[in-house]
Nanobody, 123 residues
Framework: QVHLVESGGGLVQAGGSLRLSCAAS????????MGWFRQAPGKEREFVAA???????FHADSVKGRFSISRDNAKNAVYLQMNTLKIEDTAVYYC?????????????????WGQGTQVTVSS
C-alpha cells in the first residue's frame, strides 16, 4: 500500500477553479494507477477521474471538459485541476491508488486512500 495525502481544497465561488494535489509515499509510485473520487453528504462515493501508469486518463461525464487529472512521477504526485466549478461539485474529494497500474472507476478497484479534502462551491 501507499500513503496518500490530499491538499488544495477550500471554498470557491461557482465558476471558479481549484487545483487538488495528492502526495504519495513509496518508491513504486510510477507504477500505480491513480484516481480521484468524491463524496457529498448523504451520497455514495462517486468516481471523478483516473490516470494509469502510462498517463492515459479517463474522466466521469459529469466533469469531462471541466476537470483534468494529471501526474508527476518525479514528485510522487497526482493532481486534479478543476475549472468552471459548479455548486454540485461540492464534496469531500479523495485520492486513491491501485497497485495494478491500470485505469479503474470503482472504489473497490483501489487499494489505498487518502483522508480527503473538502471542496465547497458557493453561489
Amino acid at each position: 500500500q501507499v500513503h496518500l495525502v490530499e491538499s488544495g481544497g477550500g471554498l470557491v465561488q461557482a465558476g471558479g477553479s481549484l487545483r487538488l494535489s495528492c502526495a504519495a509515499s513509496g518508491r513504486t509510485f510510477s507504477s500505480y494507477g491513480m484516481g480521484w473520487f468524491r463524496q457529498a453528504p448523504g451520497k455514495e462515493r462517486e468516481f471523478v477521474a483516473a490516470i494509469n501508469w502510462r498517463g492515459d486518463t479517463f474522466h466521469a461525464d459529469s466533469v469531462k471538459g471541466r476537470f483534468s487529472i494529471s501526474r508527476d512521477n518525479a514528485k510522487n504526485a497526482v493532481y486534479l485541476q478543476m475549472n468552471t466549478l459548479k455548486i454540485e461539485d461540492t464534496a469531500v474529494y479523495y485520492c486513491a491508488a491501485r497497485g495494478s497500474g491500470g485505469l479503474a472507476t470503482t472504489p473497490n478497484d483501489f487499494d489505498s486512500w487518502g483522508q480527503g479534502t473538502q471542496v465547497t462551491v458557493s453561489s
